[in-house]
């Protein structure tokens, strides 16, 4: 009894549509007539995607607190390892030093390659397509310049190594000028010898004291090269420029006019059922 009343009621419904097979059909072509118009009115959108690849180089390696990829940058063996994340550099990417340089003509996002961290990913959009790809391609030099620069190491040490070496020598030349000795001569400092006990214990402090500094300064002089070299060659990360587009993302006319018309058709059954009911009501 259950499953003959179904039937009935579904062929109920289907005689409602057929009845009213006009307002059905109208609704949806109506749909599609106004998403053509909307499509035509508005302007096209296009979008260009240049992608930072940062330095292949870098190390990448699990952590507790963190997901994979995660990289690892060592700027000097004296030094902790610095951790930069994607999002650091995402969030680089959009400081204010990187968008004064850039003074992008159209909207930009910046996010990481889904599938690999180690790309950055920088898309614009603009009604111009030559508009979008400029945009993207100048933001993404500007921000592998801003990477390379934060990656390249600092000379404070090298500087105030060369500071206690300078202020070493200056010792030994007050200590010349003062026992006679003339200009400053390391060598001749080195073989020089007083009858003064004391002289002789001064002027091997001081021979100390500038060989330590030397040391020192050569020391970080060499990381400093070191880690110049790599940041300039090794870690500098490169940039793949975008193509200027050639196909707008937005309208995009054959999803536009499928969900207008399944919009459409489902008003217009919708608005049989109603018509129907109306017309029926007592």
Partial sequence: MTRLS??????????????????????????????VLVGL??????????????????LSIPTANQVPPYYLMVDSPRRLPTAYTPAYYVALLKSAEVVSAVAPQAPVSI?????????????????DPNVAAQTANTWARAG????????????DEVDAAQ????????????FSQDNALGDYNLAKLRAASFFSTEKNLELARLLRA????????????RDFGRAAILAASALKPTTIAAPVPTEPVSPKWAQNIAVAAGLGLLIGILGAFA???VTRKP
């Fill in 41 to 58: 009115i508005v302007k096209p959108v296009y979008a260009a995607t240049a992608t930072i690849v940062l330095a292949p180089a870098t």
């Fill in 111 to 127: 996010s990481a390659n889904v599938g690999d961290k180690s790309l950055i990913e920088i898309a614009a959009t603009s009604d």
């Fill in 275 to 277: 018509a129907e009911y």
């Fill in 144 to 155: 592998a310049a801003r990477i390379a620069q934060i990656l390249s190491p600092g000379s």
């Fill in 210 to 221: 500038r060989d330590n500094a030397e040391a020192v300064y050569n020391d970080f002089a």
């Fill in 163 to 174: 500071q206690k070496l300078d202020a070493a020598e200056q010792a030994l030349v007050k």
């Fill in 6 to 35: 179904t039937d009935s009621d579904l062929r109920d419904y289907l005689t409602v549509v057929i009845r009213r097979w006009k307002l059905v059909l109208a609704m949806p072509a109506l749909a599609i007539v106004a998403a």
